[in-house]
């Protein structure tokens, strides 16, 4: 129940003229963590740490791993990405066509972009809802040059 108070943001899921996704692929569903809504247990519990893996490119891109995102089963995942006054948005959308979620694997490169300060901000978005509230699933901050490496733990709940 939880995932499907994940699936809004404030921003339209469609595509946006101001793209700066230049990669994006996603494992699909790791069918064996399925589970149906009605498991007991935490997310995590359930399907491992959500987490974000990122690391700068030479060429000037970040390239970000979403480790454990959750959607519903058998869900096409797409994403896009702007950049923007210091603030990389990112909105991961799917369409809700199950009663059971499971976790994926996304892997995004984002760019190009300058050394300096971004505040990366992460939506979920369903992909038939125009727009909803204000704030991002989670966000962190990033000190962006090409030699950087890091991690973020999602803690949704």
């Not at 943001?9 to 101001?18: E, F, W």
């Not at 896009?80 to 994926?104: F, H, K, L, Q």
């Amino acid at each position: 129940m939880a995932l499907f108070v994940l699936g809004m943001v404030a921003v339209s899921c469609s595509s946006d003229d101001n793209n700066a996704l230049q990669f994006f692929s996603s494992t699909g569903c790791k069918v064996n963590e399925t589970r149906a809504v009605s498991d007991r247990g935490s997310l995590t519990d359930l399907y491992g740490q959500e987490s974000i893996t990122y690391e700068g490119t030479e060429d000037g891109y970040l390239v970000l791993y979403h480790h454990n995102a959750r959607f519903t089963c058998e869900t096409e995942v797409t994403a896009s990405a702007t950049v923007e006054d210091g603030r990389i948005t990112i909105i991961e959308s799917y369409n809700p066509n199950t009663n059971c979620i499971c976790a994926y694997d996304l892997t995004m490169k984002i760019g190009p972009l300058k050394k300096g300060q971004y505040m990366v901000a992460v939506s979920n978005c369903i992909s038939d809802t125009p727009t909803a509230r204000q704030t991002p699933d989670f966000s962190f901050s990033i000190n962006y040059n090409t030699s950087i490496k890091g991690e973020y733990i999602v803690n949704r709940y």
